[in-house]
Structure formats: C-alpha cells, structure tokens
C-alpha cells in the first residue's frame, strides 16, 4: 500500500483559507491562484478605512504646513517693507512727529502798558506775579525716578509728601489742607494715571512764590535733606492801582483773567493788553531737555497811556463831592473840571466809587462812570446855551428888557418861576440872574424851533461828545419839528437830557470865545519801544461870535453878584449858573425828585477853568445854588492857583438886572 505524502510547510499550489481565522494563504509555486470568494468582514473594512484616514490626515497636515509657511512669509514681507518706509522713505517725516510729541509750547505773557495821570502819577500798572501749579504725580512720588526701584527712604518721603506740600501752599496761599490734598489725587481722565498739571493759584506776588519754592527746597526735615517736589510757577503779572479809588471810574478794573472789565481798562483792552509771545521746548517725563529745542517768540508789551486827569486835584475834587453829597442827602454825586480852552478834563469823579483794587465789593451800579452813562435834564444851567444862542443870532443882549409877567401859558398848562412874582421888568442880564423860566421862555420865542435846535446840536447835545470813556450816552434833544411847548421846556432845561461830560464841554465852549473842543481823557500814548503814538485829534469848531461868548459870560457873573458874599471866590471873579431840574424817573415814567446843579468858570475876564457839580436825588433841599454850589468854589479855589491861573485884577462890573 502506497503512503500518503503530508504537505509541506511552505503550502500548497493553491491557495487555502481558514473559517476560524479569516486569513488566506497563497501558494509559492509561479501559477497564479485561483481567484478566492470574498467574504465581507465589518471590522475588516473599519480598519481599512481608518488606515486611508490617517493617510490623508498625514497630507492635510503638510499642507497646513504650507499655508503657514507663507503667511509667515507675507507676514514678515510686509513688516520689512515698512520698516524700509520707516527707516528709509518717511525717516523725517515720522522723526518730526516723534519730536512734536516732545515740544511743550507756552504763551509767554505780555506785560499790559501802564496808566498814569497827567503829572506821571501812576494810576494802574503791572507787577510781577506768578501762577501757581502743581505737578500731582510728581507730588505722589515727591520726585522719585520710576524707572527704577524706590528704596525705603524714597517710599516714606512720598508717602509724608502730599501732606506737607498741602501745608506749604495753605500757610503762604492760604485755603484748605483738605482742598489741595484733593487736587494731589486728580487722575487724567484717558490714562487713568496722576495729573501731571492743575492750578492752584494765580496771581501770586513773586515775593510769595519765593517763599513757597524755599520751603520746598527746606522739605521734610526743614534743611534741605529731604526736600519736597512738584509745586512750579509761570509768569502771571498782577494789576495793581496804587490810588485805589482815586481816579478808579476812569481808570476801571481788570477782570480775574486779566481782561479790561471797565473804564480805559476796558475801552483800550486791545492796546494797554500788548501781544503775548511764545516758548516752545521739548520736555521729557522728567522735565525740560536742557540740549532740545528751545524757541522764544517774544511778548510784544502794551502801550502806557498818559491821561489829563490830575491825581491830586481829583483826589480833592473827591473829598469835596463826598462833603456835598453828604450835606445834600443825594444819593449820588458827579463833578467835572475842564480846561475850557483844550477840552482836557482835570478831574472827573463820580460817588458812590469804588476800589479798582478790589472791585467785588462795590455794587455792580457804580463800577461805571455816571459823568458819562447817565442822562439828566440839566434845569436852568441849560439857559447858559439858550442865551448863546440867541446873542449870537443877535435877538439878545445882557441889556435886553423884558416885562415878565407872573406865569406864561405853554401847552395846556402855564409856567411859573421857582418863585412867587407879579408882573416885573428885567434886563436879560436879570433874567439870567434870577433865573427866570418866564422870561427865558419870552425871549426864545423870538427864535425859530430849527435854528435853536441846530444851536444846541453845534454845542454838542444830542451825541456823543467822543471822549475816549465806554458807555457814554448820547441824551436827547428834540428835533427841529419840536412842538412849540417842548422849545419853551428846552429854553429853560427840561425835555432834553444830557451827560456831566457833555454839558461841561457845552458850557466851556460858550465861555472860552464861542469854540467848541471836543472833551478829551487821554493826553498821550507811549508804546514798548518808547515811541509816541499820535492820538486821534480832538474835534474843534466854532459856534458862536467871541461876542456873544462875552455877552453871556458878563451875564452869568451877573449870577455870582447877584449873592457875592455866598458866591464869590476871594481874589477871582467867577462866573455861574445854577439848575434846579425835576428828574425824571425811567422806573415810573414820571418826574420823581430832583437835580441840582451849578456850574461856574473863573476867572470872568478870561475864563480858563470850568468846574461843573451835579447831586441827584438830594433830601435836604433841592436849589443848586445852595447844595452844588459850594463844591463848585472849594474845587476852583484849588485848581487856579494849582494851575497857575494870576487872580482877577479888577471888580466885578455892577449893571442892572432891572428897568423902569
């Protein structure tokens, strides 16, 4: 029997699979295997899968790879390109940026020019000050460098800081410790961090500022060990009146800013103020770069003004109103005296004042300058006008005789003098005299409505006299279609209204030889060179005959004989008039009260001063004769002599106020 061969090892020529492990084998011998059935394995299949997976994770990995590859590229591409644009395209435009933002520009103020009185007195001028300011992160860390580690001391110091700078500024500035603590701990409001910049205090007199900054240097241990940091100053000129309320209603104030709040401070703001300069420099977080930029435009100072005013004489003119406004009970007082040949007023005041000094404490009413924003009827001083004109027209003269009945029909009503009369004769010299409304009425109807109109118009009423002053007032005169009743109020002071400056001016051009000067407040102008500025020149006109000037001047010294005793001045003839004038309240639209007025010029022969008081309101009578006039006299009897001006050498001519 023939044995059987078992197969090897190395299989057989075909291919075998196994239904317990899944696996097939394949046969070493070069015939290709028959074609084996497939048999579907789930697990099998998963685990395919998951191999081609892992493949295709293994190539999007590489691709990532890539992509990064050239972002980073494009990345830094782009960051070399402008870096060749910073570095080497806009090198110095981006340079000057950066040293923008170093420069620090300040203004570098100009000095404001000076007023002084005609005489050189000063009346407002600038002193040194300063405007203090602190540096809070400064005063937080009393100094400390922050790029470096404070020590221990350093830590201490700045924690005793704030507190002792508080005191340093309370002691010498004044305010409260809690205050300044409070500005120590401002934050900028985009950073979050300190302040580096908040003001305490302006105009500190240097004096102070220099004590200040020595008991910074003295610091925490009062010898200078351990000295004190971030309290700084800037240039912050102070506005001082040595005269205080001498002169102030011209003069006027400056507000906190140092702005021109009233009077020539005001009205010549854009000159006395100067031009400011500027300093700009490059600073540092630690301070100013000693080597950087350093740029001065320097301030352009402002110009110093002389005026007419003469300190002393308003000064006494001041007094003296003050003793008439108290005597009278008026509620307030103004006084003019003016050279009648130039318009230059010597002394103008005006009661109640105030301090220039310290103007906060006035009432806001009388911080301006009533001479020349207030408005009044003038009463009968306004007859001085009334017979200018009608002598230069030539219906008048000091012998004119009149028969003045007791009262006058006008309107729908009649006049009547202050005083009781029957029907008397008076020369127009009487009727000046005893200032009789009535005959004045009679008189001035002679002359048509136009031509008294234009008269008083060429005599300044009814505009603005253009003294340099702000807020004048222009008064009212009525027009050349005034009805026949308002000619007959005009003619003897009511229904017009005029200003203390302007009425002064009016009366001094019929005194001094028939010219009008316009009424000036400056005499002359100096700029920061030392170089005279001309002034606008002063209007002059002429507006009445030398004759009728002389005629109406013999007839208001016919005023003074009328009562010599009372209204003389030894050794000078003077020549006047008083008003008696209803006033006219806005606040009711109705006559309320009275003004009482004098006006007098010396000497009568050739007048060269002219002095014009004006109470209003007052309670202890009302006749200006009795309540003005004495202000009048004490103020000439100190001007003439003041001014040179020789006493009257002959008498008084005596003619007659009456007739047969």
């Known amino acids: 029997m023939s044995e059987r061969k078992r197969p090897s090892s190395g299989g057989s020529s075909r291919k075998r699979t196994s239904s317990s492990s899944g696996k097939r084998t394949t046969s070493t011998s070069g015939k290709r295997p028959a074609k084996a059935k497939r048999y579907v394995d789930t697990p099998r299949v998963s685990e395919r899968r998951y191999r081609r997976s892992a493949s295709l994770k293994l190539g999007n990995t590489a691709m990532r790879l890539r992509v990064f590859l050239i972002v980073v590229a494009l990345l830094l591409g782009t960051a070399g390109v402008r870096a060749f644009q910073l570095q080497a395209l806009d090198q110095q435009a981006f340079a000057a940026e950066a040293a923008a933002k170093m420069q620090t520009t300040r203004d570098v103020a100009a000095t404001r020019g000076a007023i002084s009185d005609r005489n050189g007195v000063v009346l407002a001028e600038t002193e040194p000050g300063m405007m203090v300011f602190v540096d809070p992160d400064m005063i937080q860390t009393n100094g400390a460098d922050k790029r470096y580690e404070p020590s221990q001391r350093k830590l201490e110091e700045a924690a005793q800081a704030p507190g002792a700078v508080a005191d340093i500024l309370v002691e010498h500035l004044g305010g409260r410790k809690t205050d300044y603590l409070e500005i120590f701990e401002r934050t900028n409001e985009k950073t979050g961090k300190y302040s580096r910049y908040e003001v305490v205090a302006r105009k500190v007199p240097s004096h102070t500022f220099t004590k200040i900054q020595g008991a910074m240097r003295a610091g925490l241990d009062g010898e200078g060990k351990q000295p004190l940091y971030g309290v700084f100053g800037e240039s912050d000129p102070i506005r001082v009146y040595p005269n205080r309320s001498t ?24 000159h006395l103020s100067g031009e400011d300069g500027k300093a700009t420099f490059d600073r540092s977080t630690y301070g100013r770069i000693p080597l950087g930029t350093n740029i001065m435009v320097p301030a352009v100072d402002g110009v110093d003004y002389e005026v007419t005013i003469d300190s002393d004489l308003q000064w006494m003119t001041d007094q003296m109103l003050a003793e008439g406004v108290k005597n009278s009970g008026s509620a307030t007082g103004t006084a003019v005296a003016m050279n009648v040949h130039t318009g230059e007023v010597l002394a103008l005041s005006v009661l109640p004042t105030f301090d220039s000094s310290n103007p906060g404490r006035a009432d806001s009413e009388d911080l301006g300058n009533r001479a020349v924003t207030e408005a009044f009827e003038p009463g009968s001083t306004q007859k001085v006008l009334t017979f200018a004109a009608l002598a230069d027209a030539g219906l008048v003269t000091p012998d004119t005789k009149v ?90 002071g009511q229904g017009l209204s005029v200003n203390a400056v302007q009425m002064a001016a009016a009366v001094a051009s019929v005194v001094n030889g028939g010219t009008y000067h316009q009424p000036r407040i400056l005499k002359s102008a100096t700029d920061a060179e030392g170089q005279q500025i001309a002034l606008p020149e002063p209007e002059s006109r002429t507006v009445i005959s030398e004759e009728a000037s002389r005629m109406v001047v013999e007839m208001m010294e016919a005023v003074t004989m009328l009562d010599e005793d009372n209204r003389a001045i030894p050794g000078y003839r003077t020549a006047g008039k008083s008003g008696t004038a209803q006033r006219y309240d806005p606040d009711c639209s109705c006559y309320n009260g009275f003004t009482a007025s004098y006006v007098a ?53 005596r003619e007659a106020l009456t007739f047969e």
Do not use: W
């Not at 104030?253 to 854009?270: D, K, M, P, T």
């Not at 005599?459 to 003294?467: D, E, K, M, P, Q």
């Open 247 to 270: 002169g102030s209603n011209v003069v006027g104030f400056v507000n906190a800013a140092g702005v021109g709040a009233s009077g020539l401070e005001y009205a010549l703001q854009e």
């Open 403 to 492: 028969q003045v009945p007791s009262r006058i029909a006008s309107g729908g009503g009649f006049v009547r003098d202050a005083y009781e009369h029957g029907t008397i004769n008076l020369t127009a010299r009487g009727i000046m005299a005893n200032s009789s409304n009535i005959g004045t009425i009679q008189l001035t109807r002679q002359m048509d409505k136009s031509d008294l109109s234009e008269y008083l118009a060429s005599f300044g009423l009814g505009s603005r006299s253009g003294i340099e002053l702000p807020g004048e007032t222009s008064g009212r005169l009525p027009g050349v279609d005034m009805p026949d009743y308002t000619r007959d109020q005009i003619s003897f």
């Open 601 to 653: 010029v010396a000497p009568a022969e050739d007048p060269q001063i002219l002095v014009y008081v004006v109470l209003d309101q007052p309670t202890n009578g009302n006749l200006g004769s009795r309540l003005a006039l004495p202000v009048v006299n004490h103020v000439l009897r100190i001007a003439l002599p003041r001014y040179n001006v020789l006493p009257s050498t002959s008498e008084a001519p």
